[in-house]
């Protein structure tokens, strides 16, 4: 069992940055792939970014390559999504996933075993 909780949301207007935080429970974060997702209002969930267990490889969604970098610190069993140059478009809500195995990076949901509560991102014009 693995337990997720995000932080790091909030306002932010249209350019700027936020860090977003993912902590994870348990001695066995290291084994999972991580993945960020988000969802917007009246839309479905939609793949952000992912990073296998050693974080050796990454996955980006088209809408965001170049602007968003995935990261995890296994020591501290946190994964990070630095978020630069934000659009209102980037408006959602963005939860963070734990997935198995570890080596593969999934982009479906149901690539995803536990999931956190989610934290809010808002992007004004």
């Known amino acids: 069992q693995v337990q997720l909780v995000e932080s790091g949301g909030g306002l932010v207007q249209a350019g700027g940055s936020l860090r977003l935080s993912c902590a994870a429970s348990?001695?066995?974060?290291?084994?999972?792939?991580m993945g960020w997702f988000r969802q917007a209002p009246g839309k479905e969930r939609e793949f952000v970014a992912a990073?296998?267990?050693?974080?050796?490889?990454?996955r980006y969604a088209d809408s965001v390559k170049g602007r968003f970098t995935i990261s995890r610190d296994n020591a501290k069993n946190t994964v990070y999504l630095q978020m630069n140059s934000l659009k209102p478009e980037d408006t959602a809500v963005y939860y963070c996933?734990?997935?198995?195995?570890?080596?593969?990076?999934?982009?479906?949901?149901?690539?995803?075993?536990?999931w956190g509560q989610g934290t809010q991102v808002t992007v004004s014009s």
């Open positions: 996933a734990a997935g198995s195995p570890g080596f593969l990076i999934g982009t479906a949901r149901a690539s995803y075993d536990y």
């Open positions: 348990g001695r066995t974060f290291s084994r999972y792939a």
């Open positions: 990073i296998i267990s050693g974080g050796g490889r990454t």
